[in-house]
Every structure is written in C-alpha cells, then in structure tokens.
T-cell receptor, first 116, second 118 residues
C-alpha cells in the first residue's frame, strides 16, 4: 500500500483564489511528521510546512496552512490568495517516528498551475 | 549561507562509465541522504548516512554506492551506470533524529543533478 497518496496529478486555480492540494497517508506509527515541499520548474525542493502527529493545532506558514485530519489520515495543503509564482509541483511527504534518522517518504506530487 | 551543494548539476554519460556525484553541506548535519526523482514516482531514497562511516540502504539502492568519510561530504557513486539510472538526483541533509523522538528538523535539499545515461 502507498504510504503517501496524492490523487490530483494536476490542478488549476485562478490568481488570488485559494486552492487545496490533497494528501492522505498510511502509517501505524503513532509518531510521525508530515511535510509539504514545493518544486518549481527550476527543480529545487523548497520546504513549505510541517505538521507533527501530536500537534493540536493545524500548522500555518504565511499563505500556507495544513488541514490536518488525523482520524482520516489526511494532511491537505491549503494555499490562500494564489499567486502566479505558486505554479509548481507540490509534494507531500511523511517521516515516521519509530525509527531513527530522517527518511522521508514522498507522494507522487500535484502539478499546480495558477492562471490569470 | 547554509546550503547543500551538488556537482555536477547536469551530466550526460554513456553506459558503463563510472561516475561520482558529489554532495557537500555546511550545516554540520549528521544525517545525509540521496534521493532519485522519476516522473510519476515522486522521490525515492537511495542511500542514507546517520553519521561518519555509518551508511545504509534506502528503498532503491541497486546500482549505487556511497561513502561517508567526512561529515560534510556524501558522494554518490555509480560504478557502471545504465539507462534506467537516468533521473534527477537530490542530496539532502539534516540533524539526526533519535528513534522515538518527534522533531521538526526539516531536511535541506541540494539543487539536484540531472543525469542522463545513454
């Protein structure tokens, strides 16, 4: 079974609107962390936001927020007031807590296109 | 400036010609890792290192070697590259997280190396 599932290969959104990118995860570990990364066309991986499994509140970082629904095992990224520069590939990733180290398991990504 | 650097950024080579992709970080991180990115598959871990002289296989280690002789460097070696190793490669680093400890430490990624094996 896939550990991280991103069901939207591509999304379109109009500038200044909000958009939600879906991510569901699968783990039996009670301790885990969820990450979102942005990959623009230039290729680099840019960290956006982190949510820990024990965090009581949803994480927010500027225009990014993470809609964390633990019982549903979902960690959707919400981008408010989309900008043209938000056009990129977005990856959801998970780090499970039991083992040491920092291995990230990634989803297959969602390509977001922001239109005028 | 805190960063992870990779060289080369682009490489076209032929089947069987040994190559090394270098990775260096200046953040004193213990943990370093290599990932490959392929269309439709996301990023998959190749090898990782918890500290100097400590390395282990990730999910897709076949055809790759690594070494960690110094804390800052973690080269990826392809002894006999094949076309199925054509991919975008990322090196990443972070502080090592102990087992059972939930940490916000994020991984910093290098700029990527685009490798084509003909």
């Amino acid at each position: 079974a896939q550990k991280i599932t991103q069901t939207q290969p591509g999304m379109f959104v109009q500038e200044k609107e909000a958009v939600t990118l879906d991510c569901t995860y699968d783990t039996s570990d009670p301790s885990y962390g969820l990450f979102w990364y942005k990959q623009p066309s230039s290729g680099e991986m840019i960290f956006l936001i982190y949510q820990g499994s024990y965090d009581q509140q949803n994480a927010t970082e500027g225009r990014y927020s993470l809609n964390f629904q633990k019982a549903r095992k979902s960690a959707n990224l919400v981008i408010s007031a989309s900008q043209l520069g938000d056009s990129a590939m977005y990856f959801c990733a998970m780090r499970e807590g039991t083992g040491g180290g920092n291995k990230l398991t990634f989803g297959t990504g969602t390509q977001l296109k922001v239109e005028l | 400036e805190a960063q992870v650097t990779q060289n080369p950024r682009y490489l076209i080579t032929v089947t069987g010609k040994k190559l090394t992709v270098t990775c260096s970080q200046n953040m004193n991180h213990e943990y370093m890792s290599w990932y490959r990115q392929d269309p439709g598959l996301g990023l998959r871990q190749i090898y990782y290192s918890m500290n100097v002289e400590v390395t282990d296989k990730g999910d897709v280690p076949e055809g790759y070697k690594v070494s960690r002789k110094e804390k800052r460097n973690f080269p990826l070696i392809l002894e006999s590259p094949s076309p199925n190793q054509t991919s975008l490669y990322f090196c990443a680093s972070s502080f090592t997280r102990l087992a059972g400890v939930l940490s916000t430490d994020t991984q910093y990624f290098g700029p990527g190396t685009r490798l084509t094996v003909l």
